[in-house]
C-alpha cells in the first residue's frame, strides 16, 4: 500500500474514533442549550483556529518539533460547557483553520479527525466532573486530567 494511502486509512481510523467518542457524548448528554454564555462559543472557536497557526517552535540541535496552543484555547472551553458543544466548536475550528491555510487535504482531514478525537475524550473525562463552569478542586482536578489525556490524544 502507498504512502498515501496509508495516511489516508489512519486518518479515517482517526476519525472514527472521534465519531465514536461525540456519539457516546450525545447518548449521554444530547444538545445542552447553554445556560449562559452561548454568545462565547462563536468567539472559541475563532480562537482556537488561531491557535492552531500560532506555533511555538523548538529546535535540539538538527531535529525541529513544533507545538502550537489548541490545548490552551481548549482547556477553558472544555471547563465552561458540556462535551456536545465543546466538539462542535473544535469542528468548527478546524474547518476555519483548513479553509485559512488551504494545505493538502489529507493534512487538513487529519487536523479535523485529531481535535474532534482529543476534545472528545477531554470531554468524556470532565462530563465527570461535576456543574460545568463551577470553580472548585474537583473540577480542576478533572481538567488537569482532561488536559493531558487531549495532550497524550
Do not use: C
Not at 468567539?43 to 502550537?68: K, M
Not at 479553509?99 to 476534545?119: D, E, I
Not at 472548585?136 to 481538567?143: A, E, H
Request: hydrophobic letters at 60%; proline letters at 4%.
Amino acid at each position: 500500500m502507498r504512502q498515501a494511502g496509508r495516511i489516508w486509512v489512519w486518518t479515517a481510523a482517526v476519525g472514527a474514533a472521534g465519531a465514536a467518542v461525540y456519539g457516546l457524548l450525545w447518548s449521554h448528554q444530547g444538545w445542552v442549550k447553554p445556560e449562559r454564555g452561548w454568545w462565547a462559543l462563536p468567539l472559541f472557536a475563532g480562537l482556537l483556529a488561531a491557535a492552531e497557526r500560532l506555533r511555538i517552535r523548538v529546535r535540539v540541535g538538527s531535529q525541529v518539533d513544533a507545538a502550537n496552543l489548541v490545548e490552551a484555547v481548549l482547556a477553558p472551553l472544555l471547563f465552561s460547557y458540556p462535551g456536545v458543544e465543546v466538539v462542535a466548536v473544535v469542528v468548527a475550528a478546524e474547518l476555519i483553520s483548513s479553509t485559512v491555510r488551504r494545505g493538502p487535504m489529507v493534512k487538513n482531514a487529519f487536523n479535523l479527525a485529531q481535535w474532534v478525537l482529543a476534545a472528545g475524550v477531554g470531554a468524556l473525562i470532565m462530563q465527570h466532573a461535576g456543574p460545568y463552569g463551577v470553580l472548585d478542586t474537583r473540577r480542576l482536578m478533572y481538567l488537569m486530567g482532561a488536559v493531558a489525556a487531549v495532550s497524550a490524544v
